[in-house]
């Protein structure tokens, strides 16, 4: 599986040990920004590794930010992506089971490592529900074909 990261600088910390977290695994992990001691937007790094999620360069993306909204907020402007803040290990399940979320989005300020692992690990693991579901994601793509150019 292919990742792209990205954060700001209130996210930064989180994604590093997120980072070294997934380094290991069988994952290929691309990190667009924002670097160290950077005081940055989170729309722009967030916009940089959603792109690259749209054009099919990454299956999922997981971005950082303060409290994982403001990533959300941008990656959902892009067509075909489904972002979901999410802050425990429930609500990272559901997001992939009933959402089919392929991109998460985590807060730095809310999280720690340790949850944040956890949150992650199920995220990957778990597959989507399809069925009913799938209906749903149907009609999120319907929106998107009428809404967005
Ligand atoms: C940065 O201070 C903070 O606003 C940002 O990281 C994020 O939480 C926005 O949603």
């Not at 069988?26 to 790094?45: F, N, R, T």
Request: glycine letters at 10%; charged letters at 25%.
């Amino acid at each position: 599986m292919k990742i792209v990261l990205a954060s700001d600088h209130a996210g930064y910390e989180l994604k590093m040990g997120i980072e070294d977290f997934l380094t290991g695994q069988d994952i290929e992990v691309l990190d667009v920004g924002c670097g160290p001691s950077e005081a940055i937007d989170y729309v722009d790094y967030g916009a940089k590794a959603a792109q690259r999620l749209v054009r099919g360069e990454h299956d999922r993306a997981i971005l950082f930010c303060g409290t994982g909204m403001g990533m959300a907020i941008v990656a959902n402007k892009f067509k075909g992506v489904r972002a979901t803040p999410c802050w425990n290990v429930y609500t990272a399940e559901m997001s992939r089971k009933h959402n089919d979320a392929n991109c998460l989005t985590l807060g730095g300020r809310v999280l720690s490592l340790e949850e944040a692992k956890a949150i992650v690990a199920t995220w990957l693991a778990t597959a989507f529900d399809g069925g009913r579901h799938g209906r749903r994601v149907d009609k999120i793509r319907l929106l998107e074909n009428e809404n967005f150019k």
